[in-house]
């Protein structure tokens, strides 16, 4: 049985950090592009960083380059989103995703493609 379970979110004031992380289990975790959307209250779900099934490849939505780093441990079936220097705008659900291989690396690629969803953790910045 495919379970993702998301872990680390909380609240924090700007110009705070946060590591998220998704414990991964049920499926061939390394045959899969993984990526962290968000959705804030009342706003569509949108792609946030996306990191391919090795680990080499990554990409971010252009609001959190320089800010977030995706990251992703295959012998553990882990995959982290540090984020630092968060603003009140990243305040959102924060969920995490698998789309097996061979993928876009890219956060355009929308929700649909995506075959397993974690429930998702909720970050709320403070101004």
């Known amino acids: 049985q495919v379970h993702l379970a998301e872990s680390g979110g909380g609240s924090v004031q700007a110009g705070g950090s946060l590591r998220l992380s998704c414990a991964a289990s049920?499926?061939?975790?390394?045959?899969?592009?993984m990526a962290w959307f968000r959705q804030p209250p009342g706003k569509e779900r949108e792609g946030v960083a996306v990191i391919s099934p090795g680990g080499t490849g990554t990409n971010y939505t252009a609001s959190v380059k320089g800010r977030f780093t995706i990251s992703r441990d295959n012998a553990k079936n882990t995959l982290h989103l540090q984020m630092n220097s968060l603003k009140p705008e990243d305040s959102a659900m924060y969920y995490c995703a698998a789309n097996k291989a061979p993928c876009v690396l890219s956060v355009l690629v929308g929700s649909p493609a995506y075959e397993y969803w974690g429930q998702g953790t909720q970050v709320t910045v403070s101004s």
């Open positions: 049920g499926y061939t975790y390394n045959d899969y592009c």
